[in-house]
């Protein structure tokens, strides 16, 4: 109870040391990643007692679960046909930029780092991990970091996602003002953020509701009920993993050792899908709030990326900063080359929109994308808004966090990055072909 007590009072300190720190408020940082990045400092200069942190090291390879467990649970399931009316064009440029991150990384440490510094194929993912990723994953990811014989690629993933998401802000809201001059912005307008929103505290006449009780709690807590059903999406997904493990002993070569190494995490959020496929068909009283799994989702990410940061390994990172800096420096020019150059030939509409909510997203969490969307379009008048949440929902099964994030780290492993470059290399191109298709036709 110690740790977890020591846990709750570093993200209620976070939370203070931003209000209080204008240029944190400036930078958006959430509270969780301003306490993680306290904890790492204290940790660093203060010989803390060991109880204090105990088990802090666990928790993200277990919060990770919970958090993509809810990920479709509350929200009934729209016809793909229905999303990919809505979202292809934004679909496709997306995974275009998804899959260039694992490209540019392969490129990287296939010519440069991997033979300047004695890296394994195994780098390449790093930058992928922490910036489609973000802290969650790249936290989530440690059970196979070290299943694989690379613990320390955790901490680098990690510094990858904190490079990440303050590169997607400090350099998106530079590329914002850069558009308004341009007047590559609809409407026109200039940068403006209302103090409230830099603050993070919500006027009172406008408090949204955190969600619905959907059942009297004489019977059972609703809050209880939902984390029953994230309990049983977590179960299916384990499920899931004791299926593929059992399928594995019959795989010849390396198959085996690939689905052992596969996370429990994407299959959580699959065993998410079948639950609420499952409440879509015979749950008549709609037992689900979504807004209620939101707070359960988002409870698990700020208690994971406080502990995730905290945890870092300074000194493991600091034996590779100079690969790991080459490295996220890359993909933040490889996300500004596709908002600047690819993305005004991929939409023919709110082109700027479109791109700095996907390189937000891309380079942090999705928070980050409606941020800067919200930037240049505070009222969601173009089609920006609709596409980038439309496109979420084919996107994140596979990118992010998902089933191709889950396998590519195993895969780098034992295949090496040349097979993984080529494959990335690949699906661009299909989806490129697939963009060009949709505007040809448009």
Known sequence: ?????????????????????VVLQRLFLPASVIAGLLGLLLFQTVNV????????NKLPGTLINIVFACLFLGTALSPISKVWKSSSRQLAYGQIVAWGQYAVGCFLVLLLLGPL???PDLFAGIMPVGFEGGHGTAGGMGPIFDQLGYPEMKDYALAAATGGIMGAIIVGMGLVN?????????KRSTPNVEIEDLSGIIPASDRPM???????????????LHLVFVGAAILLGWLMKQG?????????????????????FPLCMLGGVIVQFLADRFDQHAHMDHDLMLRIQ??????????????????????????LVVLILGGILWNVFCLTILARRAFKD????????????????????????????PDYETEAAEAFAAKQLLHEPFMGGGLWTGAAIPLLALWGGWPILGIALGVMAIWTIVLLVMNRRR
């Open 49 to 56: 007692p060991a109880e204090v942190s105990a088990g802090w």
């Open 244 to 264: 593929l493990l059992q399928g594995a002993q019959f795989l010849p070569g390396n198959g085996a050792q690939i689905f052992a190494s596969f996370p429990l």
């Open 298 to 323: 988002n409870c698990a990410l700020d208690f994971l990326v406080v502990a995730a940061i905290a945890t870092i390994r300074i000194d493991v990172v600091a034996k590779q900063w100079i690969p």
């Open 178 to 186: 850069w558009a308004v001059r341009k007047g590559y912005v609809e």
């Open 1 to 21: 109870m110690l740790s977890f007590s020591c846990l709750c009072v570093l993200l209620g300190f976070g939370y203070w040391v931003r209000r209080k720190v």
């Open 117 to 119: 510094f004695g890296l």
């Open 350 to 377: 709110a082109w700027f929109e479109r791109g700095i909510a996907e390189m937000g997203q891309s380079m942090g969490v999705t928070a980050t994308g409606l941020l800067l969307l919200r930037v240049v379009d």
């Open 210 to 224: 955190a969600g619905k009780l959907t059942i009297s709690s004489d019977v059972i807590d609703s809050l209880s």
